[in-house]
């Protein structure tokens, strides 16, 4: 393939080549011509950028940022102990840390939900990240007497990751469409499972291998910013409607306080918004206080020992790290079949497949990472349907806040502030401190039965909406 540049002549062209202009509009194969100059250095360097800029390679530099922002988001739950053992906090107060988090997250969701709709998106995600990284960096240097500086941090790099993924998969869905959106959606969302795995793991790892805990914070960054880098080049800016074949007929944007009249009024996308709050709620609890749990049945059983030394034991957290990998990564594989099969019976697949992912998980809540992660990428397509294009980023946005306001801003705090108060009514001691975190999680499987029952009436309502939008 050739690209023409600014009437300069593309070394290997021959006058059958397929040939973009800049613009990435088609123009006939060139001919040998006496008026076309070779190409500058610059000029080539373009025209190459452009030849890696296809919808496939922008879809993986994508869902390589998304797995960097789970995987940053979860490292901190991988050295958990050893902040709770270097700051001296309770369990409460090292569960502020993820709730900070998400509340700042929350909070910034439908601002840059509004910028995506009206601005150059990629630009917006590469701020993003490189604003996060630079946040996560300098909160490993921040010294022990300055605690709520680190809780200040945590609630930060929720802002700069709320810009990814409020806008990243708008963008998505504006290069593709039908079943190729559906399977590049599918991808993008498998880095849930595999970034909060990933974190788990480079935390622990990076801990091990350099014998302080800090470091479990140095080495995102570094990725991150290679991530923001490729977004900036390759990643490239599609017109919004453009895959859905809109771009000609949507002749004026329509202003936010009427963007939210019509998301209030779509029946499916409220129910799914509060189906997904309760997965938020469930998954947030888990992610952050598992690790710890099965680390203090260990001590009750005396197959390890409380943590008195600088580095704790960083094994749970491999392990832990590697199951949500491979059963997330099972989980999102599954649905994506499941829901594909599902389709061939009904239309409603989609909200099916997650409501019975939600009530299944309820009964096994051992497994709760193989089938909430079915949730993960069935949501966000069903999504894409029954919202009209211009208002995709702010509807992912307004459904980030609404499940993290309800869900995992409070889920982790709220555990560690009910096993403080029983750890308070009765004696203190190792059984007690295991089984009064035990008790608070068992909050869980209630909130993940009610999201089912979220997920079915979705599903009534699902069929009427999607007609709606594409109607409009």
């Not at 059983?301 to 199951?323: H, M, P, R, V």
Request: proline share 3%.
């Amino acid at each position: 393939m050739c690209v023409e540049s600014d009437g300069c002549e593309i070394e290997g062209c021959s006058s059958s080549d397929e040939v973009h202009t800049l613009s990435g509009s088609m123009s006939p194969g060139l001919k040998s011509n006496p008026d076309l100059h070779p190409c500058k250095p610059g000029q080539k360097f373009r025209a190459a950028l452009l030849r890696c800029r296809s919808p496939a390679a922008a879809a993986g530099i994508l869902s390589f940022g998304n797995v960097l922002n789970y995987m940053d988001r979860y490292t901190v739950a991988g050295v958990l102990l050893d902040i709770q053992r270097h700051f001296n906090v309770s369990d409460s107060g090292v569960g502020l840390l993820q709730t900070v988090f998400i509340c700042s997250f929350m909070v910034a969701a439908p601002i840059f939900g509004y910028l995506g709709d009206r601005f150059n998106r990629k630009i917006i995600l590469s701020c993003g990240i490189f604003f996060w990284s630079a946040v996560t960096l300098s909160s490993s240097f921040i010294t022990k007497e300055y605690y709520w500086l680190f809780v200040l941090s945590r609630g930060l790099v929720g802002i700069g990751e709320s810009s990814y993924s409020s806008i990243s998969p708008t963008i998505i869905g504006d290069l593709f469409t039908n079943n190729s959106r559906t399977m590049m959606l599918s991808v993008f969302y498998l880095a849930i499972p595999l970034g909060s795995g990933l974190g788990y793991i480079l935390g622990s790892s990076a801990k091990e291998a350099a014998g302080d805990w800090h470091w479990a914070l140095r080495v995102s960054p570094v990725l991150g910013m290679t991530a923001g880098t490729l977004i900036l080049f390759f990643v490239p800016e599609p017109k919004r409607g453009h895959a859905d074949q809109l771009g000609g007929r949507i002749k004026h944007r329509t202003s936010w306080l009427c963007d939210m009249k019509a998301l209030a009024k779509n029946r499916s996308y409220v129910f799914s918004s509060l189906a997904s709050a309760a997965v938020s709620f469930a998954t947030g609890a888990f992610g952050m206080w598992i690790p710890l749990y099965l680390f203090r049945a260990q001590v009750v059983q005396k197959t390890a020992e409380a943590c008195t030394k600088d580095i704790c034991s960083s094994k749970d957290s491999l392990i832990f790290g590697a199951i949500t990998c491979v059963t997330g990564l099972l989980g999102v594989v599954i649905g994506a079949a499941t829901t594909r099969l599902c389709r061939q019976k009904t239309e409603r697949a989609d909200p099916l497949v997650c409501a019975v992912s939600m009530l299944g998980s309820a009964i096994f809540v051992c497994l709760i990472f193989v089938v909430l992660q079915i949730f993960s990428s069935d949501l966000i397509i069903s999504l894409q349907y029954v919202v009209i294009p211009t208002r995709r980023a702010t509807a992912v946005a307004f459904q980030g806040f609404t499940s993290h306001l309800l869900g995992d801003a409070g889920s982790p705090y709220l555990i560690g502030l009910i096993s403080d108060a029983l750890q308070k009514s009765y004696t203190r001691s190792v059984l007690w401190q295991f089984l009064s975190l035990g008790y608070a999680l068992m909050l869980c499987p209630f909130v993940i039965v009610l999201g089912g029952m979220f997920f079915l009436a979705t599903a009534l309502f699902f069929l009427d909406d999607r007609d709606k939008a594409e109607k409009q």
